[in-house]
């Protein structure tokens, strides 16, 4: 069965850190890739997203993400983050069946310190 | 453009109660989705419907129905409410073709007493 994993449940960073959430799937075949962000009371909203081409994709907001498939990951970065990026992260997996079906990890919390 | 709208925002039940989450979305998008938000376990599918007049299990279909009313609305029942379904609920609408990412509604959280 596919699975997504985020290893981080929980970051704590000062603003102007550098930032890595990891992610790894489980699925054989093509994928589509996404993540999500979750600010406090609010719904998800999409931050970026990889179908194909480039492996190194850009968002909103200054982030970006790499997805090495020998690996199987698509880590999300940002190079320096602010008070304002605290929020939840979820990392999401479309396998090649077309139906939009995903499967989502965990979620990852991220505190911001001013 | 509203995009998805989910009623209700909050709702408190006791148990064995029925009741309907209701979704539209104005984007004419083909596909909808039923998923469940609890701590630590990200979001799990529940129902989907890949176009109008179809629906599918998900990962945790088990104690809810759906129906496609139409193009634009997507509901979810609870037949006899558990505490075990207490969560939030997001309905989520996508456009099926040409690699496009899905819509969230703002959630309807949902206690079963």
């Known amino acids: 069965a596919q699975s997504v994993s985020q290893h981080n449940h929980h970051v704590i960073l000062s603003e102007a850190a550098s930032l890595e959430l990891g992610c790894n799937y489980s699925y054989g075949g093509t994928v589509n890739l996404f993540w999500y962000v979750q600010y406090p009371g609010q719904h998800l909203q999409l931050l970026l997203k990889?179908?194909?081409?480039?492996?190194l994709v850009k968002g909103i907001k200054g982030f970006e993400a790499e997805f090495i498939k020998s690996k199987f990951s698509f880590n999300l970065r940002k190079p320096s983050v602010q008070w304002s990026d605290t929020a939840e992260y979820f990392c999401a997996v479309e396998g090649s069946s077309n139906t939009g079906k995903l499967i989502f990890g965990q979620g990852t919390t991220l505190q911001v310190k001013p | 453009n509203a995009g998805v709208t989910q009623t209700p925002k909050f709702q408190v039940l006791k148990t064995g109660q029925s009741m309907t989450l209701q979704c539209a979305q104005d984007?004419?998008?083909?596909?909808m989705y039923w998923y469940r938000q609890d701590p630590g376990m990200g979001l799990r599918l529940i129902y989907y419907s890949a176009s109008e007049g179809t629906t599918d299990k998900g990962e945790v279909p088990n104690g809810y129905n759906v129906s496609r009313l139409n193009k634009r609305e997507f509901s979810l029942r609870l037949e006899s409410a558990a505490p075990s379904q207490t969560s939030v609920y997001f309905c989520a609408s996508m456009e099926r073709y040409g690699n496009q990412p899905q819509h969230f509604g703002d959630g309807t959280r949902l206690s079963i007493l």
């Open positions: 984007m004419n998008h083909n596909s």
């Open positions: 990889y179908f194909s081409g480039d492996p």
